[in-house]
Each structure stands twice: as C-alpha cells, then as structure tokens.
C-alpha cells in the first residue's frame, strides 16, 4: 500500500468520525430550546443581527455537512473495490485529500471572459479545509445561542423578581391611603414600572444588546416607595404573611425531599452511579427557623433581606429536590417502556412464526440481557432494542416482498 493511499485511508477514517460528531452536535444544537426560541422570536438590534449571520452560519453547516458526507460516500465507494486501478486509486485520493468539493459555481459573463477563458468559474476545497470552515460557523452559531440564552437565564428571573416586587410595593401603597407618601410611592413605582417594561421588551426581543443595570436602577426606585409608604406596622404584617408563605414552601421542602430520596433509592444499583441523582448541598430549613426567631424576638427590620435570600435559596433547592426526583424517576420508566416495547415486538415475532428465526433470536436476546441486568445501560438497551425491532421489520417486509 503507498504511502498516499495509506493517507487517504487515515484521513478518510477522521472523516466518517468528524461527519459522525458534526451530525449529533448539529442535531443537539437544532433541538437546543434556546435556539429554537430566536428562530420564533422577533429580534431587533443586536441579536437580530447577530441571528442572521448564526442563520447563515447553521446553513453553511447542514450544506457542508451533506457535502462531506457525498464525499465519504464516493470515497467508499472507490475504496470497497475489490480491485483498485490506477484510475481509482488516484480517484479515492482525490476524493478524501485533494480540493473535491464544490462549493459553488458562478457563471462569468461574457464581456469579462478571455477567449480561451470558461463561461463557469467554481470555487472548491478539500474535505479538511471545509471541516474546519464548518468548525468556525459552529463556533459562530453556538456563540449566539448561548450568549442570547445566558442573557435571558440572567435577565428573566431578575426582572421578574423586580416585578414581583413592584407589584408587592404597589399592593401595599394603595392600601396605605391618600396623601403625599402614597402619592410619591405611586410615582415612583409608576417610574420604575416604565424601566422595567422597556427592559423586558428589550430582553425578550435583543437580549444580546440589553443593558441589565436598569434593573439595579428599577429596584432602587421600588426600594425608595416602599420606604415612603411602609411604617413598622405594615412591615410586620407583610413580612408575617411572607413568613407563613415560607413554612408552606419549608412543608414542600419536606415533602420534596423525601420524594427525591425515595427515588434515588429506587434506583440505586439499577442503573450506573453516574445517571443517578443525589442531591447535595445545605438545608435551607435550620435558616428558617433562625428567621422565625426573630420574629419572636420582634427583629421585623433584620427579617427581610434574609427572608429574601431564604426564599430565593428554597425555591432553587426545590426546583433541584424536584427535577432530581423526575429525572431518577424517568430512569425506571425508560426501562419499563423499553421492555414493553421489547415485549411487544417479541409477540408480534411470534405472531408471524419468527419465533425461532436464527437471526432474530440472538438480537432478541442482547436487548433482553441489555434490559435485565444491573446496573442498567439505557442507551445500549435502548440500542439493542431498536436494532431487534429494525431487524424484524426487514425480516417482514423481507417475506411479505416474495
């Protein structure tokens, strides 16, 4: 074997893994939420600059993407010969080293042709060179998407703790009467609700271009009217009502965790330890009770700031007690659907006297061990299934077809 089919060889190998990797990332990053988000939203500014190019960027890459695979297909071709000429040799090279594929080709209008000059002047590259053109377009989609995505992750949750706040606020000012402190309150939140709006409106449609220190500047203005408007009094009631909303979410906490734990039990050594959720971290709880304290004590003015961290601290811990327990959960119920489906495609071999097929037999029972041992691999199990269900399909249509 020469030393410039031996590269070729080596080179064609990097390729189908390249092309292989290139299909899951691309696939991952269609179905990415936030990717599907800017391609619904309407953008303005920034992002809507930044998008069309990222637009641009994912369809150079799904092009190069099939292009690449024309050429591992052609090159495949060349190379499964039993016997390679000359002819294909240098064509097999060609294909995987040499400036194969066509990017475009542009007609050349007359008057700016020689005589001996083509009507089509076309622009090509060698596999290596558009993978890594493709390497430079991911980097420039996948930019955008994540940048837009940790501008909304940042800025949504902010501006809608700020909201909650206003409302909060102005709840409490309309019931603090007429007057001067009220009416002050009442422009201020007014003020504050106009920032807030324009940021939102901002957030949603560019969030590359949002500035999120309006937020900073909206809470100092609901920050000012609560302090016109709140006298020890309604500070006292407000906070016990946020106190008693603290121990409901405190009960939830309980109730959460026992969930979670459960299900991490359910699971445990049935699948790989990697898969498995354990929830980790401090107990918000004991920060509660420490709150309540306070409480007793009449402390009203040290309680806010920390039942605000608390709340933010407990909702979080819930959101994880309560994904975790879902996703151990999903474990289980991925592989009871796997082995119905399992089931169900072994009935209806048997149903069509496949019973004992040869080729089917063994298939039938990879999937099966894949489902019955501990600890469990989904995605091998999942694997074996389909290929058993693929392979049945054939063999059907196979006999249907004679």
């Known amino acids: 074997m020469t030393a410039t089919l031996l590269a070729a060889d080596t080179e064609l190998a990097r390729l189908e893994k390249a092309v292989a990797a290139v299909s899951a990332n691309l696939v991952e990053l269609d ?7 800017l ?8 992002t809507a600059a930044a998008w069309a190019e990222a637009s ?3 369809t150079r890459l799904w092009q190069g993407h099939r292009l690449l695979g024309d050429v591992i ?10 016997r390679m000429s000359d002819t294909d040799r240098a064509a097999y090279t060609h294909e995987v080293l ?3 594929i066509t990017l475009s080709t542009a007609t050349v209008p007359l008057a700016q042709r020689g005589l001996l000059g083509s009507g089509q002047v076309s622009t090509t590259c060698t596999p290596a060179e558009l993978l890594a053109a493709m390497e430079a377009s991911f980097n420039t989609a996948v930019a955008v998407v994540t940048g837009a995505a940790e501008a909304w992750r940042r800025g949504m949750p902010a501006a809608a703790e700020v909201a909650d706040s206003l409302l909060r606020v102005r709840d409490l000012t309309r019931h603090a009467g007429a007057g001067g402190l009220a009416a002050e309150a009442d422009r201020l939140l007014g003020e504050a609700d106009r920032l807030l709006g324009d940021l939102t409106g901002t957030l949603a449609a560019d969030p590359l271009g949002a500035d999120l220190s309006g937020l900073d500047r909206a809470r100092a203005l609901i920050a000012r009217a609560d302090a016109e408007r709140t006298s020890a009094a309604e500070l006292q009631a407000s906070l016990a009502s946020r106190l008693r909303a603290a121990r409901t979410v405190a009960a939830e906490l309980d109730t959460a ?41 009449g402390h009203w003015a040290l309680i806010s700031p920390r039942l605000s961290a608390w709340n933010r601290q407990a909702r979080e811990r819930l959101a994880t007690l309560r994904a975790a327990q879902s996703r151990n959960a999903g474990l289980l119920a991925e592989r009871n659907e796997l082995r119905g489906r399992l089931d169900a495609f072994r009935a209806k071999a048997l149903s069509r006297g496949l019973g004992e097929d040869p080729r089917l037999g063994p298939l039938a029972e990879t999937a099966r061990d894949a489902l019955f041992q501990a600890p469990c691999d989904l995605a091998a199990a999942r694997a074996a299934v389909d290929a058993y269900q693929d392979a049945l399909s054939a063999t059907i249509a196979a006999r249907e077809a004679r």
Not at 73 to 82: H, K, Y
């Open 31 to 37: 179905q990415n939420p936030d990717r599907q988000e």
């Open 39 to 46: 391609g619904q939203a309407r953008l303005s500014g920034r």
């Open 56 to 58: 641009e960027a994912l």
């Open 73 to 82: 297909a052609r090159a495949r071709a060349l190379r499964g010969q039993r």
């Open 98 to 100: 040499g400036p194969s």
């Open 257 to 297: 965790q026992r969930a979670a734990d459960a299900s991490r039990d359910a699971v445990a050594g049935r699948f790989p330890d990697h898969q498995i959720i354990t929830v980790r971290g401090s107990d918000p709880r004991p920060e509660l009770a420490a709150i309540d304290a306070l409480a007793a004590a």
